[in-house]
């Protein structure tokens, strides 16, 4: 082969080199570029309110592309303002060796930041990842380490018009103003686009903005175009709370390097408006930015309809595809993307990815679960009801433990379930019509030593009908100490509620019955041992908690400490008994009036195996039953999750009716 002289090999690579260089020119490779930056504030020195560096992902920025701005003092007590009338000016220099105080370097150039504003101050807006927003009035973030969109909307430059800085509730002052040079260093052979980041503590809505290219002399208005609705505070003549949002995108900037941007002017009338005009930060970039990433569905029921919405940033034209569990899904290559009839298989990971000549990014995943009925394996926790002549209502065990027998020395009771207060151990029984008289008896053999005053609560649950409102339960327990005598009481009202004068804390077996009438001229009294203990009218009326179960040896209410000691022979009755019924069950077993004995647990057995927990997400959905797959179904009354069951011939199948919704995960996207 001939060789080349070396003037031609000089003038082949540089053509080569040339060709090369041109495609990263038409890429943009070489100097594309994403930076957010943050303003923050200094709230006279209190921490819990100022500053806020970015320490975690915001906007779809990782935090070493965010520079967190010199705090400007909010003008309160200590951080007086210093210039008048109002307003502060600031200024950094940022560049690719700048890393101390909050900010960071950059990939290449040198910026010069100017900004000024009426004060800066605090929020409380928390973005839109809460359902709704999260909002955390008058107070610091509510988890210690917030969200990285958080951490910006906490701090803004405010206005002078809504609820103005120190000086009155409406100074007449206009919006803030950042001023930015240098941008073609940073940006050396691509156009960028621009995003504003807005909050406030006093606004209903947010009023455009306005990025100018000063180098070109050419003004992008952007818009603030769905911002979740605030909460008013109601201490002004006009709507006044706590919320932000986001900007659309400026249109496309080429080879600008000087940029201002500005609030319209901000205003309110009272009764009409309140238009803030303030920013918490703003995105620069020629890349792509999922600036608002589709949130996630935790709960969808089979048959909805979800909307998955993302807003994405950066140099025109972008590239969008949907994927499912990193599998491109076909013609999704819109900023939503719309599931139709969900069905298991609708269930999830789905992220958007977006492209342009500048780069290419991928959303955080949005999770989609879609509910299903689930059940947790049998287990040995039936509490069979033995009543002979109505429909049984078997027990969950929750965990105490079963003996053959037990004697106190004197008195031996066979079929015994004990249960050990510190396990919070008990029995719990479905809700059922059967129970929901106003009129009845409860009764059961117990023995204890006491109550376990080691353990948070009070006294110690032996019956209790919980009502959801923590302390407001319909409730027999054993009190603290000796000689432990039983309190009852019908709700929180301190009006039907009464104590025993004998005591059951000396570890023997003693007999108890409590019958109740709950009507406004009725009473209800208690029996220990045969012998009218204490009764008590009623002060009013009161009544059970629809759908709430039956509960022996512990409460559902933290209130109460769980029951310390065993329990034989629990019986429920839909009637008051009469003495010498009650006297029959205590000195023979008798089983009274049979036809009314709605429920019986005499434990001649130990707790045997049936019981199924089924489980479901769907709050709106109905729990059906049948005796074979194809029905009929028949809805189970008041059955909520997790719900236990135990299989019978006329419940061998479980689905649930359910009315689909339209579910939307980004309801605030522009």
Same mark, same amino acid.
């Given at each position: ?322 994927? /499912?569990? =990193? %599998?491109?899904? +076909?013609?999704?290559?819109?900023? @939503? ?6 069905? &298991?298989? *609708? ?107 080691? /353990?948070? =609560? %009070?006294?110690? +649950?032996?019956?209790?009908?919980? @009502? ?6 319909? &409730?027999? *327990? ?113 089983? +009274? ?78």
């Amino acid at each position: 082969m001939k060789r080349l002289h070396g003037s031609m090999h000089r003038s082949r690579n540089q053509k080569i080199a040339c060709t090369v260089s041109a495609a990263a020119l038409m890429l943009g490779v070489s100097s594309a570029a994403t930076i957010g930056l943050h303003f923050q504030d200094n709230y006279c020195g209190t921490a819990a309110y100022s500053g806020f560096p970015v320490t975690v992902t915001a906007f779809g920025i990782d935090p070493s592309g965010w520079e967190n701005l010199l705090p400007m003092n909010t003008g309160y007590s200590s951080c007086a303002l210093t210039s008048a009338p109002f307003g502060y000016t600031l200024n950094e220099v940022i560049d690719t060796t700048t890393s101390t105080n909050g900010l960071n370097p950059l990939p290449q150039g040198s910026l010069n930041v100017t900004w000024w504003g009426p004060t800066a101050n605090f929020s409380g807006f928390g973005g839109y990842a809460s359902k709704p927003p999260n909002y955390s009035f008058g107070g610091p973030p509510p988890v210690p380490v917030p969200s990285g969109e958080e951490q910006i909307y906490l701090t803004f430059l405010r206005d002078g018009i809504n609820w103005g800085p120190p000086g009155g509730p409406d100074n007449d002052q206009p919006g803030y103003t950042v001023d930015i040079t240098g941008l073609k260093s940073l940006f050396t052979n691509t156009p960028f686009v621009v995003q504003l980041i807005a909050s406030s503590d006093s606004l209903e809505t947010l009023t455009n903005a306005l990025v100018i290219d000063l180098t070109h002399s050419i003004t992008n208005s952007v818009a603030y175009t769905n911002t979740p609705p605030v909460a008013d505070r109601k201490d002004a003549p006009w709507v006044r709370g706590s919320g932000g949002g986001l900007s659309t995108a400026s249109a496309p900037m080429t080879n600008a390097d000087h940029v201002f941007i500005t609030s319209a002017q901000p205003q309110h009338a009272a009764g009409e408006f309140n238009m803030a005009g303030t920013i918490s930060g703003f995105i620069i970039t020629d890349k792509p930015v999922v600036s608002m990433p589709p949130q996630s569905v935790p709960v969808a029921g089979p048959g909805d309809s979800i909307l998955l919405s993302a807003y994405a940033i950066g140099v025109p034209p972008l590239s969008l595809q949907w994927r /499912l569990n =990193g %599998t491109a899904i +076909a013609g999704a290559t819109n900023l @939503s993307y719309a599931i139709s009839n969900v069905s &298991l298989a *609708s269930g999830g990971n789905y992220a958007l990815v977006v492209t342009n000549a500048y780069g290419a990014t991928t959303s955080q995943v949005s999770t989609v679960t879609v509910d299903r009925i689930t059940e947790q394996s049998p287990a040995a926790n039936v509490v069979y009801d033995s009543n002979p002549a109505n429909p049984q209502h078997n027990g969950v065990n929750l965990g105490a433990s079963w003996q053959a027998s037990s004697s106190d020395g004197k008195l031996t009771r066979t079929g015994v379930l004990s249960f050990v207060a510190a396990n919070t151990n008990g029995i719990s029984v479905p809700d059922n019509s059967s129970f929901d008289s106003p009129t009845g008896t409860i009764t059961f053999w117990m023995r204890s030593a006491g109550t376990d005053t080691s /353990l948070s =609560g %009070t006294g110690g +649950a032996l019956f209790c009908r919980p @009502s959801g409102t923590a302390g407001d339960d319909i &409730l027999l *327990s054993q009190a603290d100490g000796s000689p432990g005598n039983l309190s009852f009481q019908a709700g929180a009202s301190a009006a039907n509620n009464f104590t025993s004068k004998a005591g059951v804390s000396d570890d023997k077996w003693h007999f108890v019955a409590l019958t109740f009438d709950q009507s406004v001229f009725g009473s209800v009294a208690l029996y220990i041992d045969g012998a009218l203990d204490t009764s008590s009218p009623n002060a009013s009326a009161w009544s059970w908690t629809a759908g709430e179960p039956l509960e022996f040896g512990y409460s559902s209410d933290p209130t109460w400490r769980a029951y310390n000691g065993l329990l034989a022979d629990v019986r429920y009755y839909g009637t008051v008994l009469a003495t010498n019924q009650m006297a029959a069950i205590r000195s023979t077993g008798a089983l +009274a009036d049979t036809s009314d004995l709605q429920m019986q647990f005499d434990f001649a057995a130990a707790p045997g195996q049936g019981i199924l927990m089924l489980n479901w997400k769907e709050s709106s959905a109905v729990l059906q039953s049948a005796a074979s797959l194809n029905g009929p179904w028949t809805d189970v009354p008041q059955a909520s999750p997790p719900y236990a069951i135990v299989p019978a011939a006329p419940e061998q199948y479980f689905r649930y009716r359910y009315v689909p919704q339209s579910l939307v995960s980004n309801p605030y996207l522009m």
